[in-house]
């Protein structure tokens, strides 16, 4: 049965509505949702190594990945999305980078050069999603300040590294550590601003999907996206994933300074099926943890005009925080029948799965297409949008109004 | 005096900081206090977060950042400045 279901991933049938047919006005496309003042600002910029990509803001650089880059399960390291909080950022010398490993709960501290690392620890390879806590948040009604993402602040790729939790036992870790927190190269402008410091439950820092990668699809990490070496944590949002990694602090006390808490945060109890992490709940709210199911249509946009007859390709990928998609399913009449599309080959659990299906154009009313992924727990998309006020966690299942001409 | 100290303050603002390419597109509604949100806010970021976050913020709203920018990020407002900073905003890239 789930044969049957499956296609090859990049499968593509020309004859087919999709971006191919869309005019060159288009090629710019930014989610309706948007802010005027965002639309307005979002503009195709490149920067160095980059292709041109869309620019929410110069400095700090934050430019989303654009919506035809999904049309392939894996994002290009040159259109992979760029996001920083703070303007200081070094280009990183290979070769006088150093690694500090230390901390009050670690038993020894250690300290290495790029070339011993990868020399003393195991090569490991992880397909996984790396998405922004606040992708979509521009989408958000109400809107809530930040950096206003359309559905492009995340890319997939494959890492390579190798294992934190490899690392973190050579140093040793002692029985009351609590959290390990992680600094990289990048830091403020302005004396004073916290520097950009996040930390992550033991639990997680030891998981086997948790990586200090210094590839990305097979090529080194790309200066905006972490080189020489970041986090990647697999399942969860991209604000863990610390890039320009340059130190690795074993604690026996949770790090609570700014941008642990007050951000990053999500009303306590909102999101029920989240990842804990215990050492950083309030009664009132927890940090965010793992990425939530989700999906993004890549074929196919609202308002798009289609003829009576014609074949409509209703394409994308789905992604959860590592349950792994079970289904993704598609509406095309505003959601009252729904249809299993096929899904592409899996490449793991952490990453993009694609899907794929295909409707004719029928008489009477006019197509409305819905999408709704579940991933292998049975968590679906949200019907309604979920607010909390930093803007998180948008995974509402669209309705794509199809115009038939 | 008031004019060439706020001058020099600015220039010493971009001077501390490497600008990106392309942000001197980003172009402010002219109007009274413009001059006080560039000299203050330039120094960490680039103003397109000022157009970016519009126009859906309310004067709280718009007062509330230009606390957070303060407080949270250890921006040196001078606390006379803090009002217009906010009011520009909000008259300028405030909700309709």
């Known amino acids: ?405 | 005096m008031k004019t060439a100290r706020l001058v020099a303050m600015t220039i010493c603002a971009l001077a501390a900081t490497a600008v990106a390419a392309g942000e001197e597109k980003v172009k402010l509604i002219d109007g009274p206090g413009v001059d006080k949100v560039r000299a203050n806010c330039v120094a960490c970021h680039s103003l397109d977060y000022i157009p970016l976050n519009s126009p859906f913020l309310d004067a709280k709203g718009w007062e509330a950042v230009v606390t957070k920018m303060n407080k949270a990020f250890k921006a040196p407002i001078k606390p006379e400045d803090a009002a217009p900073i906010a009011e520009y905003l909000a008259k300028y890239y405030g909700k309709r």
């Open chain 1, 1 to 405: 049965m789930n044969a049957r279901r499956r296609f090859l991933a990049g499968l593509s049938v020309p004859a087919l509505a999709g971006l191919s047919s869309l005019p060159a006005a288009a090629k710019l496309w930014q989610p309706a949702e948007l802010p005027e003042g965002a639309v307005a600002e979002g503009s195709l910029e490149a920067l160095s190594g980059k292709v041109p990509l869309i620019k929410r803001s110069y400095r700090p650089p934050n430019f989303e990945t654009p919506i035809d880059f999904f049309r392939n399960p894996i994002t290009r390291n040159d259109a992979f999305f760029v996001r920083y909080h703070l303007a200081s950022i070094p280009q990183v010398d290979a070769k006088t980078w150093r690694l500090k490993i230390g901390g009050d709960a670690a038993r020894q501290a250690l300290e290495y050069d790029l070339a011993r690392l990868r020399k003393e620890f195991a090569p490991v390879d992880l397909i996984a999603v790396c998405q922004c806590s606040g992708n979509r948040r521009g989408m958000f009604q109400p809107h809530v300040q930040g950096v206003e993402w359309g559905v492009g602040a995340m890319g997939n790729a494959r890492w390579t590294g190798i294992r934190l939790r490899d690392v973190l036992q050579k140093a040793g870790v002692a029985d009351n550590a609590v959290e390990i927190a992680f600094d990289g190269a990048d830091g403020p402008a302005m004396q004073g601003t916290p520097d950009f410091v996040k930390s992550l439950p033991v639990q997680r820092a030891l998981d086997e999907n948790t990586l200090i990668a210094f590839e990305m699809n097979g090529k080194p990490l790309p200066h905006w996206n972490g080189f020489p070496a970041r986090l990647v944590v697999g399942g969860w949002t991209g604000t863990y994933w610390m890039k320009h990694l340059t130190s690795i602090d074993i604690r026996s006390k949770p790090f609570s300074e700014f941008w642990m808490n007050p951000a990053y945060r999500i009303p306590a109890g909102l999101f029920p099926t989240v990842d804990r992490f215990p050492t950083q709940e309030t009664a009132a709210n927890q940090p965010i943890t793992d990425i939530v199911v989700n999906s993004l249509v890549t074929s196919i946009f609202d308002g798009q005009r289609v003829k009576r007859g014609q074949m409509v390709e209703v394409a994308g990928v789905a992604w959860d925080g590592g349950r792994g998609i079970r289904d993704v399913e598609v509406s095309t009449d505003g959601g009252h029948a729904w249809m299993l599309a096929f899904l592409g080959k899996d490449l793991g659990r952490y990453s993009f799965r694609t899907f794929m299906h295909k409707f004719r154009v029928g008489e009477g009313d006019a197509p409305v297409v819905m999408v709704r992924a579940y991933n292998n727990r049975g968590d679906v998309q949200s019907e309604k949008l979920v607010f909390n006020p930093a803007g998180y966690h948008h995974n509402v299942i669209p309705r794509i109004r199809l115009e038939v001409v």
